[in-house]
């Protein structure tokens, strides 16, 4: 697959680090935690890559003021594969930003978009699965997604409903659904008909620009006349300009939901959006009593079924039940585990309770690197 | 009752600091802590004698590396006022230790042993008790203790089984129980014939000096060998020399569950040990959805009956229901408010598994003083 037409991956990594608190933080959002090892979601992620897509024709795409950490955790990355992203915009534009890069530098070639920030239990099944999507659309001129069979009743995934198969194991698309609730998940989750909606997609190039003229017409359009500008001294300044007037969209709502020329390709492998701390719970080793304990100068007693998390913080969790502590330098979140991913009406009054003392502007480097290198 | 019998209050403030870990600690123990309102537990203590002891009758016992911050929340206590333990040995050698200070310079007095780190809900009331018992025993030769009418079956506390009276609403005691189980604390807060052991205490001084003689007769070997030497240069010697050979016992135990000269007062205040964070949700006011939520920075959310404390750090809490969720400097603590009381066993495994970081030593003065003095 190498040469001119060798697949490309987009990496996003525009997250705003609101799941993981107080781990991860807008200075030290998810994809630079190391949470299931030594090496962060994000390095996993290129590494997932390895036989398939070589690090040169990886980009990521991130705010600015991450571009530091990214070569920090990625340090054979070259440094114009990143792709920076003037202002938070959604993935849309992450991946439309993107495929101007790789029009100008690699042309109409498959593209993997990608999280940074998801957990895969099978990197060689993920490779195959990839491989075969890469290869398809080469013929197939739509975009492609991969439906997770689902193995709980998760309220915290979209869903794809699945139709008949149309080439090789790939699947026309019924329709996109919403994180549903718990009732609809349980159907969902049971009717053998439904995967979860991995956000990982696999297009060729020019056929998602050309999904997007269709979907997100003034997106395009703001997008077509940057094109010209990619690599002159007024890109930054104009690149400013087009974010700045952007309406901010998912990739899924955005163009996904929007497209008929769709197939997923079910698959196989463990899947986790990491999307709250009870994903820690599912992917971890946890002690007889079911506790997971992370961190020096945390303990439990008499507790089952609990995360606890600690960056250093003496933590004492007594007697309690599926919960998670999580402590570190940005404050100490308590929660039942399986409400672990509602905290963002929390965040929102703590923002509000601590506004005067609230961060603003662009983190110091040294906070960036020393939450994402050491 | 001025002159040269007027009472004189001896208040026990050598506590360890455990049991509102992580708020209190070894430098910062409880009594220091400001729980209820803008003076510490030691200064409610002090402030509860006003009008029946003078501040310069009102000796402090306690550890010599909290002299300074008692001379710090207690500014008008004469600086002899405070008799300090050269090691912990228990509430008995306190008390013995103070009773030689009142034979030498006050003579044979009515005391009040109090304890420094309790919380009484009815002030008028507790005077009136307490002068009733330093009255009567001066005809009474014999301990006097207070029970306290049981509100809830607490397994925290000591019951007193009362006698038929004896005097003037002082009873006999028939025997003293030990913490029960929930069963027993049950039966007992519902008989009607058992009371809270408050572990307050009245009697003339050479009368507990008596009884010391009968029941801890090393003991008060020990301490009268010492008696001749106070004031001495060799004092301070000779007193860590006693300490150190002396077996730490409690009064509770050493002596009044001993002797056979008991009396209980049957008192209506509303009174508690505060032996744990559940205390706090006793005796504060909850907003409405029975949360107490104390210190700048923490916020809860969807959350019902917890008690969270924060000293400056972020703390959010989501979804809990009846947790205690306390932050300091020194650590973190989370466990069902009513397991509240249970932390010992955790301390125990945190010391073991920090005990490189662990504090040795005397603190700096610094800490116990923003501990205390803030």
Redesign the interface.
């Known amino acids: 697959m190498r040469g001119r037409r060798a697949a490309v991956a987009v990496i996003l990594a525009g997250g705003e680090g609101r799941r993981f608190?107080?781990v991860s933080t807008p200075e030290v959002p998810k994809q630079f935690l190391r949470l299931f090892g030594n090496r962060s979601l994000l390095q996993e992620t290129v590494e997932r890559l390895k036989g398939l897509i070589p690090e040169d024709r990886i980009l990521v795409a991130t705010s600015e003021n991450h571009a530091a950490t990214i070569l920090c955790h990625l340090p054979a990355l070259p440094a114009e594969n990143i792709i920076t992203e003037p202002m938070p915009r959604n993935t849309a534009a992450g991946a439309a930003l993107s495929a101007l890069h790789i029009r100008r530098r690699f042309g109409d070639v498959p593209v993997a978009v990608l999280p940074s920030d998801h957990w895969i239990g099978d990197p060689a099944g993920f490779r195959t699965a990839l491989g075969r999507a890469l290869s398809h659309c080469r013929t197939f001129a739509g975009l492609i997604t991969f439906g997770v069979r689902p193995t709980r009743p998760e309220t915290g995934y979209g869903y794809i409903e699945v139709g008949p198969e149309a080439e090789n194991g790939f699947h026309r698309v019924v329709r996109f659904i919403e994180k549903p609730g718990p009732e609809e998940a349980r159907m969902l989750s049971a009717s053998g008909a439904h995967l979860w909606n991995t956000g990982m997609f696999v297009w060729r190039n020019e056929v998602f620009l050309s999904e997007l003229r269709t979907h997100q017409p003034a997106m395009a359009r703001a997008f077509s006349a940057l094109f010209p500008q990619l690599g002159s001294e007024e890109y930054p300044r104009r690149l400013r300009d087009t974010f700045q007037r952007l309406e901010p969209v998912s990739l899924d709502h955005g163009v996904m939901e929007r497209s008929r020329n769709l197939r997923v390709l079910p698959v196989d492998f463990e899947w986790d959006d990491v999307g709250s701390w009870a994903a820690l719970a599912r992917h971890l080793e946890p002690d007889r009593d079911g506790n997971i304990v992370l961190g020096e100068?945390a303990?439990v007693?008499?507790c089952r079924n609990c995360v606890v998390y600690s960056q250093g913080?003496?933590?004492?969790?007594?007697?309690?039940r599926d919960?998670v502590?999580a402590?570190a330098k940005?404050?100490?979140?308590?929660?039942?585990l399986e409400?672990?991913g509602?905290?963002k009406?929390?965040?929102d009054?703590?923002g509000a309770?601590?506004r005067p003392q609230r961060k603003q502007g662009p983190p110091s480097p040294t906070g960036a690197a020393s939450g994402g290198c050491r």
């Not at 913080?313 to 309690?320: E, I, L, N, Y």
């Not at 940005?330 to 039942?336: C, H, K, Q």
């Open positions: 608190w107080p100068g303990v007693v008499g913080q003496t933590v004492g969790v007594v007697a309690a919960l502590v402590a940005s404050g100490i979140l308590v929660a039942p409400r672990s509602d905290i009406g929390m965040l009054a703590l309770a601590r």
